[in-house]
C-alpha cells in the first residue's frame, strides 16, 4: 500500500483514544470534580444583638381640653403645636347666660338671708311673750290658790302661756326653714359662680397641644373636645416585634429609634414596657420604646423602627453566620484540612445585625468552609473539596 493512504488510518486510530481521554479529564474536572469552597477564618470583634420591630409614635397620656357646660366659643387662645403651661387660659365661652344666674341667685341669696332675719326677730319677740305669759300665769295660779282670783281667769292665763309657748315652737320651726332657704340660696349662688368660672376653660396640665378640634363661635356641649394635648414626657414608639426575637427584651434595654421623616438620624430610646398579650393574627407582642431624652418635637402616628438591644460583647471569636451548619441537634461549622472536610461542633453565641454570629471551640487556625446556600447538607466528614481562591 501506498504511503498516502496508511497515515491517514492511523491518525484517525490515535486520535479517538485521545479525545476519550480528555474527555475523563474534563469530566474529572467539571462534574466529578470536588466542590469549590470559600473559607474563612475566625476573626475577633464587638458583637450587638439587636431585635428588629416596627410601629408608629404615640403618646401614654393624651388629654381631652373640653368644657362641663354647654356654651358658645367667643375667644380661642391657643392653636395646635402650642406648648401650655398648667392653669393657662386656652379658650372663653359666651358668659352672659351666667352671669345673668349669678345675679338671679344673688338676689335670691339676699332675699333668704333678709326673710331669716325677720324669722329670727318674730322668734325673739315670741319668746318675751312667752316669758310675759308664763310670770302672768304664775301669779295667777298662786292668786287662784289663796282665793283672790276666780280659777276662770287663772286658766285663761295658763291658755296665753301655752299659746305663746306654741308660737316659740313656731318661729324657731321657721327660722330653721329660713336657715335652710338661705344655705340653699348660697348653695345656688356658689353653683351659678362655678358655672360662670366655667366659662374659661384652661390647660389641666402642662403639655402640648396636638389639635384644635372646634373653632370661634362653635357651641360647645359638655365633655366635648375643644383641644387635645399631651405630655411630650410621655410619647414613645409602640414597636410590634415577633414573638420567636422576644428572649432578652425587658423594660432598660436601649435601642434607636428611626423615624420616617428622618431616616437617617436615629434617636436614642429605651424599651419602657413590654405588652401581656400578643396579637393572635400577626404573632408579635407590642413593646412601647420611650425616647430618651424625650421629643420635643413629633407627630403622633408617624411610622418608625426601633433596634432594641439585647447583648453585647466585646472581642470575642466571631464567624459570618452563613458558616455554621447544623448535624443532628447540634451546630458546628466545617473545617477545610488538606482538602477535606471535618464537622466541629461550637457554642453559639449572640449574633449582630452584620451577619456575624459569636463561636466557642475553635483555636482560631482553623480555616473554615463557606458553603454556598443550601450546600452545606451535603457535606460529610473526609468528603474532598477544592479551597477557591
Not at 88 to 104: I, K, T
Not at 178 to 185: L, S, V
Amino acid at each position: 500500500m501506498k504511503l498516502t493512504t496508511i497515515l491517514p488510518k492511523r491518525k484517525n486510530y490515535l486520535l479517538w483514544p485521545l479525545l476519550a481521554l480528555a474527555g475523563v479529564v474534563l469530566l474529572k474536572a467539571t462534574l466529578f470534580a470536588p466542590p469549590r469552597v470559600k473559607t474563612v477564618a475566625v476573626s475577633r470583634g464587638d458583637l450587638v444583638a439587636q431585635v428588629y420591630g416596627n410601629g408608629t409614635v404615640e403618646a401614654k397620656v393624651v388629654v381631652g381640653v373640653s368644657s362641663t357646660i354647654t356654651g358658645r366659643i367667643v375667644a380661642l387662645y391657643a392653636d395646635q403645636g402650642d406648648r401650655v403651661r398648667r392653669g393657662q387660659l386656652l379658650a372663653r365661652l359666651e358668659p352672659d347666660d351666667y352671669s345673668s344666674q349669678v345675679r338671679q341667685a344673688e338676689a335670691t341669696l339676699h332675699k333668704t338671708e333678709a326673710d331669716e332675719q325677720l324669722e329670727a326677730a318674730t322668734l325673739r319677740k315670741a319668746r318675751t311673750t312667752l316669758e310675759q305669759a308664763e310670770r302672768d300665769a304664775r301669779r295667777y295660779r298662786a292668786l287662784a290658790d289663796k282665793n283672790l282670783v276666780s280659777r276662770q281667769e287663772a286658766e285663761q292665763y295658763e291658755t296665753a302661756r301655752r299659746l305663746a309657748h306654741d308660737e316659740v315652737a313656731r318661729c324657731e320651726a321657721a327660722v330653721t326653714a329660713a336657715r335652710m332657704e338661705g344655705a340653699a340660696g348660697h348653695a345656688a349662688w356658689k353653683t351659678a359662680r362655678a358655672r360662670l368660672a366655667d366659662t374659661l376653660i384652661y390647660a389641666p396640665q402642662d403639655g402640648l397641644i396636638v389639635s384644635r378640634d372646634l373653632e370661634k363661635g362653635a357651641v360647645v356641649t359638655p365633655g366635648e373636645q375643644i383641644f387635645t394635648m399631651t405630655d411630650p414626657r410621655t410619647v414613645w414608639v409602640k414597636a410590634n416585634v415577633d414573638e420567636t426575637q422576644l428572649a432578652g427584651i425587658a423594660p432598660g434595654n436601649p435601642a434607636a429609634i428611626t423615624l420616617r421623616s428622618a431616616p437617617d438620624s436615629p434617636f436614642a430610646g429605651q424599651v419602657a414596657r413590654l405588652a401581656r398579650e400578643s396579637d393572635r393574627v400577626t404573632e408579635e407582642l407590642e413593646v412601647d420604646v420611650a425616647f430618651t431624652p424625650p421629643r420635643q418635637e413629633f407627630r403622633l402616628g408617624e411610622q418608625a423602627d426601633v433596634l432594641i438591644t439585647v447583648g453585647r460583647r466585646s472581642g470575642v471569636a466571631t464567624l459570618p453566620a452563613a458558616a455554621l451548619a447544623a448535624r443532628g441537634t447540634a451546630r458546628g461549622v466545617w473545617t477545610v484540612a488538606a482538602g477535606r472536610l471535618r464537622f466541629q461542633p461550637v457554642r453559639v453565641g449572640i449574633e449582630d445585625r452584620r451577619g456575624l454570629v459569636e463561636v466557642a471551640g475553635l483555636t482560631g487556625r482553623e480555616r473554615i468552609a463557606l458553603p454556598p446556600p443550601g450546600k452545606s447538607t451535603t457535606f460529610s466528614d473526609g468528603m474532598k473539596v477544592r479551597v477557591a481562591r
